[in-house]
């Protein structure tokens, strides 16, 4: 089992920034793939990005590129979705998900984990 524990959101301006961070326990994430996932009111939930716990390999939703960096802290066993030029389409409650496996999936089926979420307000 992995538990996940987001934190970071908040209310921001547009164009501003937040950093969320999700702390992982119960196993070792050296084989493991993290993601970050939102899902706005009356939407399905949605791919954001996603980190390789190992190698580092990133990859990101088109709608976030170049915005948003995923990053990880092996020693605090901690993955972060730094956010910046926040738009008010980004507004959502954003989840931290784990899967175990090599490959940056991208659907929310595909990863066993999740934590409780963090809500992300974007004022304009």
């Known amino acids: 089992q992995v538990q996940l524990v987001e934190s970071g959101g908040g209310l921001v301006q547009a164009g501003g920034s937040l950093r969320l961070s999700c702390a992982a326990s119960?196993?070792?994430?050296?084989?493991?793939?993290m993601g970050w996932f939102r899902q706005a009111p009356g939407k399905e939930r949605e791919f954001v990005a996603a980190v390789r716990w190992s190698a580092g390999n990133t990859l990101y939703a088109d709608s976030v590129k170049g915005r948003f960096t995923i990053s990880r802290d092996n020693a605090k066993s901690t993955v972060y979705l730094q956010m910046n030029s926040l738009k008010s389409e980004d507004a959502a409650v954003y989840y931290c998900?784990?899967?175990?496996?090599?490959?940056?999936?991208?659907?929310?089926?595909?990863?066993?984990?999740w934590g409780q979420g963090t809500q992300v307000t974007v004022s304009s």
């Open positions: 119960g196993r070792t994430l050296s084989n493991y793939v």
């Open positions: 998900a784990a899967r175990n496996g090599v490959r940056l999936a991208v659907r929310p089926d595909e990863y066993a984990y």
